[in-house]
């Protein structure tokens, strides 16, 4: 009866094999992996949404207006606040865009009385009957075309500092009588300092050059200017940053998951063989059946012209006969025999390839997989002529067979 059961597993064993490779996994995804490789070039980067990238600023600092008369001012008279808002978008790492109003006052000179304050420049020798100091204020809106000079030199990247030129266009006017309205030029540098992903701080210097008729004097000067010096937080919405390109490499496992389908269904029958053992011990021929059963299948590794170098389709190969040695008998040693073609090659050449090629073949299995180093033997064999079928190709291999000790 005994007999008839073993009979009837080692008819089931061989059967498993054609089965597994037609059975469809549980979950088909598992089927196929994908391997994301990420471009590592740093001036690469995905072009976002056009909702991505945008940011807000707020900043305070002080301004000197260059007008007709402000040679005859000292420091103190030509300084006066300023505040900036601004909204703006980054469109790549290198190029952005905003648009800022700027304003505040102004501290100035009159000799016409425009914007006078009604007080003498005391500084000048004539007191009181030429200049006047003058106030008034003033707003200015202007688009900027920003340039990240840390991104354009070096790529993209995350840093602490930034520093981005840029150039603008705009219109500058008073809120007092008589109202002007002027076109201006603005150009600066903002710096902008990495306080988390979503806040930095951003020191801001620039200058702006317009008519002369900005302030309502005419005379003494071709145009008029602001020299402008603002410190600010800026806020960078989500979503933010830039990404990597990427391509994405489909890998097809259903020849390995059928590999290792019948791995398994190996392991479960030689389970159930070593039960059966269990229950008749004393019949010798089960056991012998058996024993026989739990040594892996011989496995033949095939390497180009010249070469050593495992392919992956054979590494694949070798991590499925890793786990059978690992899973058989602790008696059995296999043998890695390396060969090398008659036909290729010198009989020195060959005689160090097929070292090579069964050393290549070991180290995968012991370093990679980890098979006991006790649990094989190396050799190699030189020039063999054509193997099998008159293939050449067969006769630069390495072959893997199990035998007790």
Request: with cysteine.
């Amino acid at each position: 009866m005994i007999r008839k059961t073993i009979f009837a597993a080692l008819v089931l064993l061989v059967s498993v094999p054609a089965f597994a490779q037609t059975a469809k996994p549980a979950d088909a995804k598992a089927d196929f992996t994908d391997e994301v490789v990420y471009d590592e070039n740093p001036y690469r980067v995905v072009t976002n949404p056009f909702w991505n990238n945008w940011f807000i600023s707020v900043g305070g600092g002080v301004q000197f207006y260059f007008g007709d008369h402000e040679r005859q001012l000292n420091f103190k008279e030509l300084v006066s606040p300023a505040i900036d808002v601004a909204v703006g978008k980054w469109f790549s790492p290198e190029i952005g865009a905003r648009l800022m109003y700027s304003g505040f006052a102004l501290r100035g000179a009159t000799q016409s009385g425009v914007h006078s304050l009604g007080t003498p420049i005391e500084s000048q020798p004539w007191d009181g009957k030429w200049l006047e100091n003058s106030r008034f204020g003033f707003y200015n809106i202007h688009a900027d075309v920003l340039f990240n000079l840390s991104n354009i030199i070096g790529g993209y990247k995350t840093r602490v500092y930034n520093i981005s030129p840029y150039v603008g266009l705009g219109v500058i006017g008073t809120r007092q009588e008589p109202k002007t309205t002027e076109v201006a030029v603005n150009g600066g540098i903002m710096n902008t300092f990495r306080v988390s992903p979503a806040l930095d701080i951003n020191l801001d210097i620039r200058g702006l050059v317009t008519t002369d008729n900005f302030d309502g004097e005419v005379g003494g000067r071709s145009g008029e200017g602001l020299l402008v010096a603002t410190v600010g937080i800026t806020y960078k919405f989500k979503e933010r940053g830039w990404e990597r390109p990427k391509t994405v490499f489909r890998h097809d496992n259903r020849e390995a998951n059928g590999l290792r389908n019948q791995i398994e269904a190996l392991k479960a029958e030689n389970a159930r063989l070593q039960d059966a053992l269990a229950a008749a011990e004393n019949d010798k021929d089960v056991e012998t059946i058996i024993k026989e059963i739990n040594v892996a299948s011989p496995v033949m590794i095939t390497f180009n012209i010249g070469k050593s170098k495992l392919a992956k389709r054979d590494r694949a190969s070798l991590s499925l006969m890793a786990d059978l040695i690992k899973e058989s008998d602790e008696s059995i040693v296999y043998t890695i025999t390396g060969y090398a073609d008659a036909g290729t090659g010198s009989a020195e050449r060959n005689e160090v390839l097929s070292r090579e090629r069964a050393e290549a073949v070991y180290n995968c299995l012991v370093e990679e997989y980890g098979v006991p180093a006790d649990r094989l033997k190396v050799e190699n064999k030189v020039s063999e002529e054509n193997m099998f079928y008159d293939d050449p190709a067969l006769s630069r291999a390495a072959i893997t067979v199990g035998r007790r000790k």
